[in-house]
C-alpha cells in the first residue's frame, strides 16, 4: 500500500460516518419541523463561535484526549479496554487524594509530577489489573474491565462518601496546594469556562504516544502484537509482557485524564465528574483510528457535539446530538479495521 | 457432442486485483481434466466461479450445454457439480455418516436414520473405492481419509462434475496414489474431474488434458499425453526453469562434513502433548556445518512442533545445542542472536506482519538491533531493506509497500532474504516454498543450497517429498513425533520412504 493509499484508508471512513451523521441529522431536525440550517449554526455559534463555548469545548475535549489515547493505546497491542471510565476515576481520585495529604503552599509546578504520578498510577493499577489476568490465565480483557468498570467506581464512591467527603456533599476537600491555572486567568474571554491548562498536559501525552508508537522499538513490538501476535512471538517478542504493560499504561493515560477535572476545574474529586468520558473515549479511538492525530480531532468533534447540544436545546431536544454520536460511532465502527479484526479475533476464539 | 464444461471469457475483479481476464475452459464429458497455473494465476477464482461462489464479471458459463452464467452454488449442486476445497469442511465431533448426510439427511419422522445414512455410505464407498468407516468420528480420522469424507460427500449429493482444488497437497504418495484410482474409477462411471494442481508430475500422470494459467488468463490446453513437466512449466511462467524435480542432486561441496563437529547437536528432544502422549517424542539428531538435514513426512506428524522446540517458540525438554551452546531455555530471540535462522512454515501468521511495511518486515525479529536509543533508526532500516530488496528482487522495489500487497512468492522472498541476510549458523526452513510460483521455488533452492555450501547447518522441513530429496543430504521420516528412518541421500527414493510416512514401517 502507498503512503497515500494508506492515509486515504485511514480518513476516509471517518469523513464518510461525518457525512452520514449529518444526513440523518437534517432529517431529524427536519422532523421536529426546524430548519437545519439554523440548528447547524446555532449549534456552531454556541461552540466555536464565542470564547466561553469554545472553553468549554476544549475542556470536554481534554478529557476526551486522555480517555481516546488510553484506549487507542490498546487497540494498537489488539486490546480493547472499555475500562477507561474507571480508570479516568480512579486516576482523579488519587490525585485528589494526594492534594488533600499535601502540605499547603507548595508551588504548582513541583506538585504537578505528584500529581501525574498519583493520577498514573491510580488509572495504571485499574489497567494492570486485566493486563496481568490476560497475561497470565488468558481472561478476556473486554469482560474483566467491564467489570472492574462497577468494582472500582462502586469503591470509590463509597470511600468517597463513607470516608472523606466534605458533610452535606459528595466530593472530597479542595486540593491544599497545585491546582492549575484555567485558561480563563490568563485569557479574559474564556473566563467562567472549565478549560485549564490540563490541555497542554494532554498535547504532550498525545505527542509521546505518538512517538513511542511509530518511532521507538517498544512500539514497533507493541504493534506487531495487535496486528499479528504470531509474528510477534516469532520475532522475539515477549507478547504476555507487553499486554499487561499496555493495558497498564493505557489505564495511566485514562487516569491522567482525572486531573482535568481534579487539578484544572473544581479542585476535588466528585463522584461521576466524568461519566461517560470513558465510554466516549471509544468512539473517540475508533473515529481517530487509534493514531493521536486522529484522536485529538475525534475528541475535539465529540466535545463540540455535546456542549452543541446544550446551544440547541431551544430549538430540538438536546437529545438529538445523542443520536448523532451514535451514528457517527456505528459508521466508523463498522467501516474501520480495528473493528473488523477484534470482531474475527472474537469469532476465532469462540471456535477454538 | 457438447461439453461438460465450456466457459468463455470469464473476467473477475476482486477491488484492485484482476483475478480472471478472459479465463477459459473447456472440459469434455468423462474427462479428467488438470487446471495448472502459478499461485495467484486464478485458478481457484475460475473454479469458485463454476461451482457459484462468485459470480463473474463477464463471460458465459455452460454446463452440458446449458447457459448457467453466474449461477447459485445451490443450482450448481442440483445440476451436479460439486467442489471439494482445499481446506476441508466437516464437523469434527460428528461421525463420517453424518457428515455426509448433513444438509440432506435421511430421516426416520423427526429423527435421522443413522443406519440408513450409514448404508448409504458404506455402498456409495464400495461403488467409488472412497473406503472410510461411516460410523467413525471425523476428529479420528487421518488427513487422507477426511478428504475422502469430503469428496463422498459432495458425490453424495449427485455431482457429476467434480472439482479438487489441490487434494494432493496434504497427502502422502500412497494416499494419492489411491486418490488417483478413484478418480479413475469415477471417470469409468462417467464422472467429470477438473484438478487443481501445482505438481507437475502429477498431472500428467492422472489427467486427460491439462489447461494453463497465467496471470488469470488461460494459456495453452494440451493434452497429456506427450506433456512433460517442462512443457508445462515453461507454459506457466513464461520461461524455462529448472525443476526441482528433475534437478540432479547435487550433494555438499564441504567433504569429510560428517567428520566436524556438529552446528546443531539434538538430544531427546520431547514435546508433550495435551493428549495421547508426545506430539514430539524423544528426537535425536545432528547436522553437520554444510548439511542439509531433510524431513520428509505427512503434515500433523510433529514436524511444526519440532521446528517450534527449536526456535523457541515451543516448551521442550532434552537438549538442543548449536555450535556448542544450550539453547534450552533461551528466549527466541537469545537464540536468534546465538545464531538461528527461522524460515516459519506460516508465513501470513508468523514469518510476516502483513500490515507493516517491506522495510519493516526486513527487520522482524532484529528489531533490537537497527535501534539508536529507543527509536528505531529509520535510515538504517531503509538502507537495509534497499540493500536486501535489489539482492533478492522482491517486487515491487519499493521500501514503503504492505507486505500484504506482494505476491506469495515476493512475501516468501522477504521471509527468505531477511533470515538469510543476519548472522547466522543454523537455518530452520520450514516448508519454504509453500505456496510460492515456480520462478520464487527455484530461487529460494539456490539460497538453501548457497547457505549449505557456506558451510551452514540447515534443517528442512518440507510436505513436498521431491523438494526434501532434491536438497537434502540426509532425509529423516517423521511420523508420530518419532523419526522412523534416517537415510542418506543416495539410498531414499520416494518408494523407500512412503512405507516410513505412511507408519507402515519403522527403522531405527
Known amino acids: ?250 489505564g495511566a493515560i485514562a487516569g491522567l485524564g482525572g486531573l482535568n477535572y481534579v487539578l484544572g476545574y473544581k479542585h476535588y474529586y466528585e463522584e461521576g465528574f466524568a461519566t461517560g468520558a470513558g465510554f466516549l473515549g471509544i468512539a473517540v479511538a475508533l473515529v481517530g483510528r487509534s493514531h493521536p492525530v486522529g484522536i485529538v480531532l475525534a475528541a475535539l468533534l465529540f466535545a463540540t457535539l455535546s456542549q452543541g447540544g446544550l446551544a440547541v436545546n431551544a430549538l430540538v431536544p438536546k437529545q438529538m446530538v445523542d443520536v448523532l454520536q451514535a451514528v457517527v460511532i456505528l459508521a466508523v465502527s463498522t467501516s474501520v479495521p480495528e473493528v473488523r479484526r477484534l470482531l474475527r479475533g472474537a469469532r476465532r476464539s469462540n471456535d477454538s | ?154 458425490l453424495y449429493r449427485g455431482a457429476k462434475i467434480l472439482i479438487l482444488d489441490e487434494p494432493t497437497a496434504v497427502l502422502s504418495p500412497p494416499e494419492v496414489r489411491e486418490l488417483w484410482a478413484v478418480l479413475r474409477s469415477l471417470r469409468a462411471e462417467g464422472g467429470t474431474v477438473v484438478l487443481i494442481t501445482h505438481k507437475l508430475d502429477e498431472v500428467i500422470d492422472v489427467s486427460d488434458a491439462i489447461t494453463v494459467m497465467r496471470q488469470g488468463a488461460t494459456v495453452t490446453r494440451m493434452a497429456s499425453a506427450g506433456a512433460t513437466p517442462q512443457s508445462i512449466a515453461r507454459a506457466m511462467v513464461g520461461r524455462d526453469v529448472a525443476l526441482a524435480l528433475d534437478a540432479e542432486y547435487a550433494g555438499s561441496t564441504i567433504s569429510g562434513a560428517s567428520a566436524t563437529a556438529p552446528l546443531l547437536d539434538v538430544r531427546n528432544l520431547t514435546v508433550s502433548g495435551t493428549r495421547r502422549g508426545n506430539i514430539v517424542d524423544n528426537v535425536s539428531f545432528s547436522i553437520a556445518p554444510g548439511e542439509i538435514l531433510g524431513i520428509a513426512g505427512v503434515e500433523g506428524n510433529g514436524q511444526t512442533e519440532l521446528i517450534e522446540a527449536l526456535s523457541g517458540l515451543r516448551e521442550a525438554r532434552g537438549l538442543i545445542s548449536l555450535a556448542g551452546r544450550d539453547l534450552i531455555g533461551d528466549t527466541v530471540r537469545e537464540r536468534g542472536d546465538a545464531g538461528l535462522s527461522h524460515i516459519p512454515e506460516d508465513r501470513h501468521e508468523r514469518g510476516l506482519v502483513l500490515d507493516y511495511s517491506i522495510a519493516e518486515n526486513l527487520i522482524l525479529g532484529q528489531q533490537h538491533k537497527f535501534t539508536s536509543g529507543p527509536t528505531i533508526d529509520g535510515a538504517r532500516v531503509l538502507a537495509h531493506a534497499r540493500d536486501l530488496i535489489a539482492r533478492y528482487d522482491i517486487r515491487p522495489p519499493d521500501p514503503a509497500r504492505a507486505a500484504r500487497a506482494l505476491s506469495g512468492g515476493n512475501q516468501q522472498k522477504i521471509v527468505v532474504a531477511r533470515e538469510m541476510a543476519r548472522d547466522f549458523k543454523v537455518l530452520l526452513a520450514s516448508q519454504p516454498t509453500r505456496g510460492v510460483d515456480v520462478g520464487a521455488i527455484e530461487f529460494i533452492h539456490a539460497r538453501l543450497r548457497e547457505a549449505r555450501d557456506q558451510g551452514k547447518a540447515v534443517l528442512l522441513v518440507s510436505a513436498d517429498l521431491a523438494e526434501v530429496l532434491a536438497l537434502a543430504d540426509r532425509v529423516a521420516v517423521m511420523y508420530g513425533g518419532r523419526f522412523v528412518a534416517v537415510l542418506p541421500r543416495a539410498e531414499a527414493s520416494p518408494d523407500v520412504l512412503g512405507p516410513y510416512m505412511t507408519g507402515a514401517e519403522h527403522a531405527a
Not at chain 1, 485511514?10 to 464518510?16: D, E, F, I, Q, R
Not at chain 1, 437545519?36 to 476526551?64: D, H, I, M, R, S
Not at chain 2, 429423527?111 to 461411516?134: I, S, Y
Open chain 2, 1 to 154: 457432442m457438447t461439453n461438460a464444461i465450456q466457459l468463455e471469457g470469464i473476467e473477475k475483479r476482486f477491488g484492485p486485483v484482476q483475478a480472471n481476464r478472459g479465463a477459459g475452459l473447456q472440459v469434455a464429458h468423462g474427462e479428467i481434466h488438470a487446471l495448472v497455473g502459478e499461485n495467484g494465476a486464478g485458478k481457484s477464482t475460475l473454479m469458485r466461479i463454476l461451482a457459484g461462489l462468485h459470480a463473474p464479471d463477464a463471460g458465459s458459463m455452460l454446463v452440458n450445454g446449458r447457459d448457467v452464467t453466474g449461477w447459485a452454488t445451490s443450482e450448481a449442486i442440483a445440476a451436479g457439480v460439486g467442489m471439494v476445497h482445499q481446506h476441508f469442511m466437516l464437523v469434527p465431533t460428528l461421525t463420517v455418516a453424518e457428515n455426509v448426510v448433513l444438509g440432506s439427511e435421511i430421516t426416520k419422522g423427526l429423527v435421522l436414520d443413522r443406519g440408513a445414512a450409514e448404508r448409504a455410505v458404506r455402498e456409495l464407498g464400495k461403488r467409488t473405492g472412497l473406503v472410510v468407516p461411516p460410523d467413525r468420528l471425523v476428529s479420528e480420522l487421518s488427513v487422507g481419509e477426511a478428504q475422502r469424507v469430503e469428496i463422498l460427500k459432495t
Open chain 1, 1 to 250: 500500500m502507498s503512503r497515500r493509499a494508506a492515509i486515504e484508508e485511514a480518513v476516509l471512513p471517518p469523513l464518510v460516518a461525518l457525512l452520514l451523521a449529518a444526513v440523518v441529522g437534517d432529517l431529524l431536525i427536519l422532523s421536529f419541523g426546524q430548519s437545519p440550517g439554523a440548528v447547524f449554526q446555532l449549534l456552531l455559534e454556541g461552540t466555536w463561535g464565542n470564547a466561553y463555548g469554545f472553553g468549554q469545548v476544549l475542556y470536554k475535549a481534554t478529557t476526551l484526549v486522555f480517555t481516546g489515547l488510553a484506549v487507542g493505546l490498546g487497540l494498537r497491542a489488539g486490546l480493547f479496554n472499555i475500562g477507561a471510565e474507571s480508570q479516568l476515576a480512579a486516576g482523579g481520585f488519587c490525585a485528589a487524594l494526594i492534594g488533600i495529604l499535601l502540605p499547603a503552599g507548595i508551588p504548582a509546578l513541583l506538585c504537578l509530577p505528584i500529581y501525574v504520578l498519583a493520577a498514573a498510577l491510580g488509572g495504571g493499577i485499574v489497567g494492570a489489573v486485566p493486563g496481568v489476568l490476560k497475561a497470565r490465565f488468558g481472561a478476556h480483557e473486554v469482560i474483566v474491565t467491564i467489570m472492574l468498570n462497577f468494582i472500582v467506581l462502586a469503591l470509590l464512591n463509597y470511600l468517597t462518601s463513607a470516608k472523606i467527603h466534605v458533610p452535606d456533599t459528595l466530593h472530597t476537600p479542595e486540593l491544599k496546594s497545585g491546582a492549575l491555572p484555567r485558561l480563563g486567568d490568563a485569557f479574559a474571554p474564556f473566563h467562567g469556562s472549565a478549560a485549564n491548562s490540563t490541555i497542554l498536559l494532554a498535547i504532550v501525552t498525545a505527542v509521546a504516544l505518538g512517538w513511542y508508537l511509530f518511532r521507538t522499538r517498544r512500539g514497533f513490538e507493541l504493534r506487531a502484537v495487535g496486528l499479528q501476535p504470531h509474528a510477534a512471538e516469532y520475532a522475539g517478542v515477549n507478547v504476555a509482557g507487553v499486554t499487561w504493560r499496555a493495558l497498564a499504561v493505557s
